[in-house]
């Protein structure tokens, strides 16, 4: 099979597994009670990437293959996530302990996290050794992980598992057949050297952390956790918001009501379209530039949900969508492109793991506990008939959450200032 297809499948597996639950998991831990806990959970996705990417970049880096290592993560988290399904199935909604649906779900995350930065390390090795261009190639490959993300949240949407475990059973299953296709993948080089006049801390592999001597890779990573602030906020609250409308009989039978995660998955399709720009913005606008527009469009995608409504107002939660494929992956990507083109190859690994740290790890962690309390302040949880929604003064969250995402852009604007910023492109 073509090098190019064999890579855009795995790409496009690794992100049907977590688009099979992401955007509406926060919708069903409404639903069962635990709309007050939706921060914990999805903070718990930045809290295992603090360590878990780091620490398997390592090991793949040093000891287990890369796209091996992918795949057990794969496997031990498509594994937790049945379980996870099917407790909730077994004991039901009004029985659930949310201990158990907390530690389960934990498990599954820690070990899915890493396999961003994996199946990145994977595709940049395979492409190198077959000495194509990872600039011009790897996005119209990535594009098809957004293809699998949008694919999942449709097919939650249409079979109504959005409100129902049956989500997680999906990514389960989805992760579990990535394990076996990962048996085909290229395969990935160890470093092999001689370790006995090292230090334990170079041994290990985390000399990555080394980066933070050099000024212009310090404030990147800085203003990495500072954007990865706002990665999982509409993840995990877009859909309780949007949901919340139902609540409205002005609203209740809106489509974007009725079908919110189709709604939400024009994200995916906007970044779809985005991903294939990078290259063009790329040289046109240099990287300080790419990941300036990414930190304004932020701005937007949070201050267009504070205005609108799924009624004559969806055309602001519309444009919401489409400018987040500009706020995603103007930053994400680019950013994954320059840690690879500014570390040496016997730490990429362990690089693109400690970029996940920075942004899905630490930054994410304190987004998503920081949104919580936020929304906590300005609304409740409260029964409509059988479902429970969270209402009330949505739109002040949205504005605080945009004010934000204009500091960190004006901010990354007068400090970041590396020399030759259009020396990344090759």
């Not at 995608?301 to 400018?323: A, H, K, Q």
Request: net charge neutral; charged share 10%; glycine share 8%.
């Amino acid at each position: 099979m073509n090098l190019k297809i064999r890579l855009a499948v795995m790409n496009f597996l690794e992100f049907a597994v977590w688009g099979a639950y992401l955007t509406s998991m926060g919708r069903y831990l409404g639903d069962v009670g635990m709309g007050g806990d939706i921060g914990f959970f999805y903070s718990m996705q930045g809290v295992v990437s603090i360590f878990m990417p780091a620490l398997i970049g390592i090991i793949a880096d040093r000891w287990l293959q890369a796209q091996k290592m992918l795949g057990l993560c794969h496997f031990i988290a498509g594994a937790f996530m049945i379980l996870l399904a099917t407790y909730c199935n077994h004991v039901g909604w009004e029985h659930l302990n949310r201990a158990v649906v907390f530690s389960l779900y934990s498990v599954s995350v820690a070990f899915y996290m890493p396999t961003i930065a994996l199946s990145n390390s994977v595709a940049f090795n395979a492409l190198q050794k077959a000495d194509m261009d990872t600039v011009k190639i790897f996005p119209a490959i990535r594009v098809f992980g957004t293809i699998g993300f949008i694919i999942a949240m449709w097919f939650v949407d249409i079979m109504g598992y959005e409100v129902d475990e049956r989500q997680f059973m999906t990514s389960g299953a989805l992760g579990i057949l990535l394990f076996l296709y990962s048996l085909t993948l290229p395969k990935c080089a160890i470093i092999k050297d001689n370790t006995k006049n090292k230090s334990v801390y170079d041994a290990l592999g985390f000399s990555a952390f080394k980066l933070f001597k050099q000024k212009k890779m310090a404030l990147f990573f800085i203003f990495s956790m500072m954007l990865g602030v706002s990665l999982q906020i509409t993840n995990g609250f877009a859909n309780p918001f949007i949901s919340s409308f139902a609540s409205m009989p002005e609203y209740a039978d809106t489509f974007g009501v009725q079908h919110t995660n189709i709604l939400i998955s024009l994200s995916q399709i906007s970044e779809a379209c985005c991903i294939l720009l990078i290259p063009f913005a790329m040289k046109k606008f240099g990287i300080k530039n790419v990941m300036l527009i990414a930190m304004v469009a932020w701005v937007f995608r949070f201050g267009l949900f504070g205005l609108g409504n799924p009624g004559d107002g969806v055309w602001m939660f519309i444009l919401s969508m489409l400018v987040y494929g500009v706020a995603f992956d103007f930053f994400n990507i680019s950013g994954a492109f320059f840690v690879d083109m500014n570390t040496d190859p016997s730490m990429r690994s362990s690089a693109q793991g400690l970029f996940m740290l920075m942004t899905n790890g630490i930054g994410a962690t304190f987004g998503t506990l920081a949104a919580q309390e936020v929304v906590n302040q300005f609304t409740t949880t409260k029964d409509f008939g059988e479902y429970s929604f969270i209402v009330g003064d949505w739109s002040t969250c949205w504005f605080i959450f945009a004010a934000y995402a204009l500091f960190v852009a004006v901010s990354f604007a007068f400090v970041f200032r590396p020399k030759n910023i259009k020396a990344y492109d090759r």
